[in-house]
């Protein structure tokens, strides 16, 4: 059986079609959802696309969290659902508090679009399996609020718990503590991270490589072998 995974599309959303395209070219079957619906649709797994939800007013994913199909995403996280955010939806799990810490401006006060080069820390999360850890890949990156920032006890705590699934290398494009660029929940079900894995899944387009294929072949052969 197909394995389905929803994408959500907020007022704002740029990246659900190409989101929605990379779960497809891994092989299982990607389902809209709008910002409204009030159930999942019996998804096995769920994306929050990149984009500029609610045009970023107030703060970056601050209003997508009080989108009605917000609900049923933190209760069916909590009890594991397998949840990827992605940009903007990295922002909108952190306003959740299904990841820690929050995100700012880039600490240059530009918008920044470049392929980034990261280091693969955690490889046992739900979406990161078919990495090693320490694994260099490169993903396409642009935000305006990318700067990840948390107090030194939640940042020690990642470090100790090993929830830093990736990290900025040769640049810190925003500013980001500890040059992180994703996290994950203590489950290992929820992550978050700014670059866009869904821009590097075929070698025409973005980075000209497959590094972000991974996200959705992990999360694929998890649910197949659950």
């Known amino acids: 059986m197909t394995a389905r995974i929803g994408v959500v599309t907020f007022p704002g959303s740029l990246d659900d079609r190409d989101t929605q395209r990379a779960i497809r070219v891994a092989g299982a079957e990607?389902?809209?959802?709008?910002?409204?619906?009030?159930?999942?649709?019996?998804?096995d797994a769920v994306v929050l696309c990149g984009g500029f939800s609610y045009g970023d007013y107030l703060r970056a994913g601050a209003i997508a969290r009080f989108s009605p199909v917000m609900e049923p995403l933190l209760e069916q996280a909590k009890a594991g659902l397998p949840v990827l955010g992605i940009c903007n939806g990295f922002q909108i799990l952190t306003e959740a508090h299904l990841l820690p810490g929050t995100m700012l401006r880039n600490n240059h006060l530009h918008f920044i679009c470049r392929d980034q080069k990261l280091r693969v820390e955690n490889a046992g999360t739900a979406w990161t399996t078919d990495y090693s850890a320490g694994q260099e890949i490169h993903i396409p990156l642009k935000n305006n609020d990318g700067q990840y920032v948390a107090d030194a006890y939640t940042l020690d705590k990642l470090e100790a718990e090993g929830r830093v699934a990736f990290r900025y290398l040769d640049f810190n494009p925003n500013g980001s503590q500890r040059a992180i660029a994703g996290v994950s929940n203590e489950a290992g079900n929820v992550v978050g991270l700014m670059p866009h894995p869904e821009h590097a899944v075929e070698p025409l387009i973005g980075t000209g490589r497959t590094d972000g294929l991974p996200f959705f072949t992990s999360i694929l052969k998890k649910l197949v072998n659950a």
Do not use: E, I, R
């Open 30 to 43: 990607p389902v809209a959802l709008w910002h409204k619906d009030k159930d999942l649709k019996q998804v």
